[in-house]
């Protein structure tokens, strides 16, 4: 059974940092690509960064790039999302996802297409 058990969302003042934890099992990480979503109550889901287990590959979000992070452990049983410079318009609960490899950059808009969903972390930036 696929298991994504997210943690480490919390408060934080703009311009601060959070890092995101997502446990994984149940899988082969190496055939998925692995990532984060985030939604706002109101608005659709939409990609924020995901990695490619295959090979490692990392893709961002726009508007994330060069603030956020993804990066998995040595064991492969962990993904991390380090958040740096966080802004009030990140404030959304952020989910883990994993979806069959390879990647594809309809990854970032298909949430209809995810294999399975952690139940999320809120992460709540304050101006």
């Known amino acids: 059974e696929v298991q994504l058990v997210e943690s480490g969302g919390g408060l934080v003042q703009a311009g601060g940092s959070l890092r995101l934890s997502c446990a994984l099992s149940?899988?082969?990480?190496?055939?998925?690509?692995i990532g984060w979503y985030r939604q706002v109550p109101g608005k659709e889901r939409e990609g924020v960064s995901c990695?490619?287990?295959?090979?490692?590959?990392?893709y961002y979000k726009d508007s994330v790039r060069g603030r956020f992070t993804i990066s998995s452990d040595n064991a492969k049983k962990t993904v991390y999302l380090q958040m740096n410079s966080l802004k009030p318009e990140d404030t959304a609960v952020y989910y883990c996802t994993i979806q069959r490899g390879p990647y594809m950059s309809s990854w970032f808009w298909d949430y209809y297409g995810m294999d399975s969903w952690g139940k999320g972390t809120l992460v709540t930036v304050s101006s």
């Open positions: 149940g899988f082969t990480f190496d055939d998925y690509v």
């Open positions: 990695m490619d287990g295959s090979d490692g590959s990392t």
